[in-house]
C-alpha cells in the first residue's frame, strides 16, 4: 500500500518561498506519477503540478507556471514543491498523490500539509 507524508506547510509572507516534501513508500515508484494538488477553503481540490517519476516529465497547472518547480530525489522516494513568489491566493492545504502512468486518476493521497501566505 502507498503511503505518503508531506511535510513543509507553514506561514509565509507574499513573495516569499516555501519548500514542500512528500516522502512515498509501500511501492517501486518508477511506474507511477506523482502530483501536488490543493484545496483553499471553500473551492474544491485542484491540480498544481506533476511529475512522472521514471524520466522526470511535469506538467503544471497555468497558476503555478513559473513559480513553482516539482521535482524528486529518486534514492530518498522524495516529490519536493518549491514555491517561490508566493501570493495570499497560494494559501490552502496542500496534498501529495500518486497514480500508476496509466491509471484514470490519483488513489493514494497524503494528509496534506496547510500553507499560508499573508499578503
Known amino acids: 500500500q502507498v503511503q505518503l507524508v508531506e511535510s513543509g506547510g507553514g506561514l509565509v509572507q507574499a513573495g516569499g518561498s516555501l519548500r514542500l516534501s512528500c516522502a512515498a513508500s509501500?511501492?517501486?515508484?518508477?511506474?507511477?506519477?506523482m502530483g501536488w494538488f490543493r484545496q483553499a477553503p471553500g473551492k474544491s481540490r485542484e491540480f498544481v503540478a506533476e511529475?512522472?517519476?521514471?524520466?522526470?516529465?511535469?506538467s503544471y497547472a497555468e497558476s503555478v507556471k513559473g513559480r513553482f518547480t516539482i521535482s524528486r530525489d529518486n534514492a530518498k522516494n522524495t516529490v519536493f514543491l518549491q514555491m517561490n513568489s508566493l501570493k495570499p491566493e497560494d494559501t490552502a492545504v496542500y496534498f501529495c498523490?500518486?497514480?500508476?502512468?496509466?491509471?484514470?486518476?490519483?488513489?493514494?493521497w497524503g494528509q496534506g500539509t496547510q500553507v499560508t501566505v499573508s499578503s
Open positions: 498523490a500518486a497514480r500508476l502512468i496509466y491509471s484514470a486518476g490519483y488513489d493514494s
Open positions: 511529475i512522472r517519476w521514471s524520466g522526470g516529465s511535469t
Open positions: 509501500g511501492r517501486t515508484f518508477s511506474s507511477y506519477r
